[in-house]
């Protein structure tokens, strides 16, 4: 019997149109822009607005009918959404059943995958799963989170590395050699000191308490997170290039979560990679945890090619991190290319303007 495969078959994505610059966040907490362009290399971060919408489902759910709009796949052919996400929108129900219950999407069960920052990565490995066991043929993997819902605008050492936004997958079986090939993942427990939410989980319940100590918010040891980030994003591609064969020749693009842009650097400095190889975002996106991968996807679609080697690596709380190694499944120029022209109309920047900045012609 030929192996059956996973493989991504077309991105969508959203960005709510507010943009919170480095001026605008240095009127809320004692910083600049120029430190927080050499910490973290952060310019702009779009942030969903009381006003324009809550939860992460209002981006999720941008994203899907986006998606849904470009690959032209009948929705009631989807069997599955899985959603990663730290921020969901309530503790129940699921994001996942409120994005397939806004599109209406007849025939698809979903749920909510929670692994903070890798979340994303971690959810390419579960959606592979439904695949290649032979019970699913087409579902969806959504990345994102509404950070700005829990980040401490009062707190100089957090608010400038985070941003709201979400992307998605279509991840369909083939038997050709494309799609998930192979995945190294690991959690080791020892996050929670460094980086976490203290309460409104059933360790620390929600009270008058809880809310005047404002621990519903990111705490982060900074500098302890990024050396970790570093060191175990940097082991996990050089685990999965080694035992797939993959070096700074054949690898078309690493796709890092998109922390800080010295994490990112770091990572392909460990494997020689030219960093023109490596997907960045974090400049026009910061952090939106969830978000990153999937978010560089959407950006970088029109530069991917059928075969393209791809590296995805993610490190956040818990410590949970890991690599991926992915062949990409089509020609993203031709894809985008067909696309309805006004898919980018709820985004502040236009598919012109990111080629631009990517320098596609
Ligand atoms: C948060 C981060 C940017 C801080 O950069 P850093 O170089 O480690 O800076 P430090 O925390 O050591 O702080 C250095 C100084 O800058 C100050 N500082 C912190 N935030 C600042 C800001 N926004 N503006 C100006 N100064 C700031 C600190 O108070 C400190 O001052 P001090 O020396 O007088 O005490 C960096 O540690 C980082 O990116 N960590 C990883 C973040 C991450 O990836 N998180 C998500 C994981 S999934």
Redesign the pocket.
Known sequence: MERINAVITGVGGYVPNYILDNEEMSRI????DE??ME??GVKTRHILKPEQGSGTSYLMTRAVKQLLEKTQVDPDSIEAVICATTTPDYHFPSTASLVIGNLGLKNAYGFDMEA??AGFLYALEQGASLITSGRHKRIILCGGDHMSSMTNYQD??TC??FGDGAACVLMEATTEELGLMDSYLRVDGTGYEH?HMAAGGSAQMPSHESVDQRLHFVY?E??T??KN?VTKMSDAVETIAKRNGLDKDNIAWVVP?Q??IR?ETAVARRIGLDESKVMINVDHMA?TSGGTLPLCLWEYEPQLKKGDKLIFTA??AGFSWGASYLIWGYDGAAEAAKSPAEFYKEGTISREEWNEKRGVH
């Open positions: 907490v004692d910083t600049s430190w927080i910490r973290i903070a920052c100089r050492n400038p590395i980086l982060q900074g500098r997170v990024f980030a979560h922390a800080n994490i952090n490190f956040g």
